[in-house]
């Protein structure tokens, strides 16, 4: 009887949040993210890949657009709507092990800086958690899932007209080609590059948005934050890395727009990527698509941690709900 009673009286520990939780909740985030904020990313590159001190155009021609809205306007008007999505395949065939890889990552840094006494990571521990889960997930998914993204936005060619026939018909194809007529090796161009901007990123994304999560708890007495505050810190915290890093990922989208040069090292490529754009078009080309970037990355991260944590939520509930559906079984046992 003692050894019942302690079985049903025992309450079941909460575990935590495994890989495939982090998996199906990251997924879902990065799913939701990609279909809402692609459009930004891809006026974004355009206007990276734009040298303003080109030759002017012919007498009668339309002036190239500078505003963001206007290249968004130029690209649909001349493509189609449908072009603002030009490499979503390879986002979205790489958003799921993104996202796992970066909060699963994250996790387990937090883990190995926590006190081993209390638990708590402090925010330093956070901020190098960050730092670590973005260089991982820059190497393991987010370089090769770059080059072919940024190869397909690069396409100025209609998505209306069945005649006007790319180079690059789709994510897959892209790869197929890169591969076979560059290397396999051309996939991880930039990967310097991309690892210091993912992970300046990251470092910056989480910190601020545990913190801020950590505040607004305390402050209001809550568990959890609802989901228009998710979303505002979310916003807050997302929007902070591209300012702190908008050169960085300039050189980076030229330097893997660029077709890979026999004999030619990274360092003697990003030299020369930067010397180029420093000395032929000043050095605002540096931050040039940094309003479409926040405006892609602040709403991206927001959509990111909301759909996160609700999605995290509902499967802890879920196994919460399986638990206590066992416990009349272990009445008996």
């Known amino acids: 009887m003692a050894s019942t009673k302690s079985n049903i009286s025992a309450p079941s520990k909460p575990q935590k949040a495994g890989l495939t939780t982090h998996l199906v909740a990251g997924g879902a985030a990065g799913l939701a993210e990609a279909l809402c904020c692609h459009p930004l990313d891809t006026i974004k590159v355009r206007m990276q890949l734009t040298n303003m001190r080109r030759a002017p155009p012919a007498p009668g021609a339309p002036a190239m657009p500078k505003s963001f809205l206007g290249v968004g306007q130029r690209i649909v008007q001349r493509e189609g709507f449908l072009a603002l999505y030009k490499g979503l395949g390879a986002v979205a065939t790489g958003m799921v092990p993104k996202m796992a890889i970066r909060f699963s990552s994250f996790e387990l840094y937090k883990s190995w800086l926590a006190n081993p006494e209390t638990g708590k990571v402090s925010t330093t ?53 890169i591969i076979k007529e560059e290397g396999a090796m051309t996939l991880y161009k930039g990967v310097a590059l991309t690892a210091l901007r993912q992970a300046t990123n990251q ?126 079984n272990q009445k008996y046992a």
């Open 125 to 177: 521990g956070v901020f190098f958690a960050g730092l670590g889960a973005g260089i991982t997930e820059a190497v393991a998914v987010v370089t090769p899932m770059d080059v072919v993204k940024i190869r397909l936005q690069a396409q100025r060619h209609s998505t209306v007209d069945p005649m006007d026939v790319p180079k690059y018909r789709n994510a897959m194809h892209a790869a197929y080609t």
């Open 203 to 328: 470092a910056v994304n989480f910190t601020v948005y545990q913190e801020f999560k950590r505040i607004a708890r305390q402050m209001q007495g809550l568990e959890e934050l609802p989901s228009y505050q998710v979303l505002l810190l979310g916003g807050i915290s997302g929007a902070m890395g591209p300012v702190s890093n908008a050169p960085i990922d300039t050189i980076k989208t030229r330097i893997q727009k660029s077709t890979s040069v026999a004999g030619e090292s990274g360092w003697k490529r990003f030299v020369m990527v930067t010397r180029d754009i420093a000395q032929k078009e000043g050095y605002k080309a540096f931050y040039r698509g940094l309003t479409p970037r926040v405006l892609r990355v602040a709403p991206g991260q927001a959509i990111t941690f909301m759909v996160y944590e609700k999605v995290k939520s509902w499967i802890d509930l879920w196994n919460s709900r399986s638990q206590h559906a066992q416990l009349p």
